[in-house]
């Protein structure tokens, strides 16, 4: 398909395991946007890729959360010794992050993660 | 922090009705994007409106832009069932999108 992919759709976890969370963005789009959803609230912004520029960080909540995109493309959020409140949806969006900034995002449909 | 705020956070009219929906932000901005929500998963993009534009329309939904408020309202006419979701509103600044906690629009039958 031609929309953004994620995998998995749901994971549940242990507390204290590590998950990897991929996500692979339409091609062709230079901006890949990860977010965190908890039920019922609104979407907290984790990290931004812009084509070949150091990424934007600023969201990560602590540093057991890192994240990759290799060669431009695919997508890897990482959370390290999982907690229970990173119970959440993450959600994954790519754009062609034009100059302006922001241009239409698409999304994946994102990847339930449950720590138990 | 959230860069926009959507007010009010739920909203549930009959259909058929109007629904309208605001937007508060706090930066400058290049451009405003609304989203929908359908069962807390992926978000759909709606419509776009430039910070050199004041209104746009795409059909039964129109948005408006104050950039001296620094808000925005997004109205869906003649509501329908198929309306019920959560709306957001995303400010696109030099880079990242940001979004605000979304209206929870209900349309009862």
């Known amino acids: 398909g031609a929309g953004v992919s994620q995998s998995p759709s749901n994971k549940v976890t242990e507390k204290g395991k590590d998950v990897e969370l991929r996500c692979d963005p339409i091609?062709?789009?230079?901006?890949l946007y990860w977010y965190r959803q908890s039920l019922g609230q609104g979407l907290e912004f984790l990290i931004y890729?812009?084509?070949?520029?150091?990424?934007?960080k600023s969201g990560l909540p602590s540093d057991r959360f890192s994240a990759e995109r290799t060669g431009g493309s695919v997508s890897t959020l990482t959370i390290q010794r999982t907690q229970q409140e990173d119970s959440a949806v993450y959600l994954c969006?790519?754009?062609?992050?034009?100059?302006?900034?922001?241009?239409?995002?698409?999304f994946g449909q994102g990847t339930r993660l449950t720590v138990v | 922090s959230q860069q926009g705020e959507e007010d009010p956070q739920a909203l549930s009219i009959q259909e058929g009705e109007n629904a309208t929906m605001n937007c508060s932000y706090k930066?400058?901005?290049?451009?405003l994007q609304w989203y929908r929500q359908n069962s807390g998963r992926g978000l759909v993009h709606l419509i776009l409106?430039?910070?050199?534009?004041r209104e746009k329309h795409s059909g039964r939904l129109r948005v408006t832009l104050d950039t001296s408020k620094k808000s925005s309202s997004l109205l869906i006419t003649a509501s329908r069932a198929a309306d019920t979701a959560s709306y957001f509103c995303?400010?696109?600044?030099?880079?990242?999108?940001?979004f605000g906690q979304g209206t929870r629009l209900t349309i009862n039958p």
């Open positions: 969006a790519s754009s062609f992050g034009g100059r302006q900034g922001g241009t239409e995002a698409f």
């Open positions: 091609s062709g789009h230079t901006a």
């Open positions: 890729f812009q084509g070949n520029s150091a990424p934007d």
């Open positions: 930066t400058s901005i290049n451009n």
């Open positions: 409106i430039r910070s050199n534009e």
């Open positions: 995303a400010t696109g600044g030099a880079q990242k999108l940001v």
